[in-house]
């Protein structure tokens, strides 16, 4: 374990197909004035919405709602939740819904009663919240971000065409989240694919750094290995709760900050597909898949070592008499098979893109960078390959 870190995570988790039933024990902590947010109807399709409500009423408590966030939440959608809370005098969030919700529960909770302008301070300059901070709590329905463990919370601002992520301390972590699998058998095929890239990938950009024999390596090795074997058996059986459960907990593991744990990261894959998705508002993961194979290819030659590791250990390749080149390739080749397996589209623009937006795309996208410090010109390259 090469680097220093401190490692803390305030979030509760009831996890399992009773974990509903803590909902109201939870909420006794707080105040009576909830604001319920949800997205577009699916959780009043599934009847969820009902069985909450009654639990919300039984408590006693005062329900206000922000119905109909979309899929990468726009800081339109939260400037109004935020409005609501002040007007509400709103004691708790109860974020009901996949990742995007979660993330703009989390907007809505620090944007409340931030002096300024929330954009710029937090997503933006990285600010921290020094003003008062409403609680967060999580019912999850779609497994992918592990928004429901985390401070993440990323926002698309429309004006200005920019899908930025913050990564808040622990006080807007959620308090807690309750984690059924059953609520993802409804989610569609291909949201639940984007839901399994997404966890992929945050496993891949973690472990695609340094060169030193960590334990988190063979952690993500581990999760790996559940998610793939998970993912073929939810392809098969959307209702098969096994594979749900193990898919939902990977998702959690996979960005709960645990497997990023004495890891520099990588995360440009992250940076360029919240491009793609501020001008296509295409589904995350997919957007992940389309630039992760030509991103690898840009890349892997430098730090080969790892590529191999993971052709061998991810994907169970016999190496030996590859060279360094081969193996890489095949571990890189491996990945995008079962990014076909998944059925996930193979080019950017099956996903809407444009060629005119390719250029606006690479010089929007904040550079991060693992084992090779990307330009401008490289991500541009990337994606017209990923064209
Ligand atoms: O809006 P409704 O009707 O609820 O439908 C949603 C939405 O259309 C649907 N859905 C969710 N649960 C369902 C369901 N449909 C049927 N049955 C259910 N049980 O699924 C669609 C997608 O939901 P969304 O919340 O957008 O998906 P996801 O969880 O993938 O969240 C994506 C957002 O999270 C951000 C992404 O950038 C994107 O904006 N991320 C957040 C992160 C974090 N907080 O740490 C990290 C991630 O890397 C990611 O960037
Ligand atoms: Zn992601």
Redesign the pocket.
Known sequence: MKYDFCYYNPTRIHFGKSALDNLGAELSSYGDNILLM??????KA?GLYDEIMAILKASGKKVTELSGIK???TYAQLQEGARLVRENDIDFILAV?????I?CAKGVSVAAYCEGDAWERFWINGEEPTERIIPVGSVL??A????EM?G???ITNEEVMLKN?KVFGPAVYPKFSILNPE??F???KN?MV??IY?VFS?LCEQYFSGDDDNTTDYLIEGVLASLITAARAALKNPEDYEARSNIMWCATLG?NTVTGLSKTQDWEV?MIE?QV?AYTDC???LGLAVVSIPYYKHIYKYGIDKFVRFAKNVWNIDTDNMTKDEAALAGIEALSAFIRELGIPQTLRELGATEEMLPKIANSTVLGGGYKQVTADDVLAILKEAF
């Open positions: 949800y997205g577009r109807g699916s959780v599934t899929s990468n939440p819904g996949g990742g995007s919700v993330d329905t779609m992918g971000t592990a928004s985390n993440g919370s990323v992520g609520y993802t409804t989610v569609p949201q984007s839901g997404d945050h960005l992250h919240h998705g589904p995350h993961g």
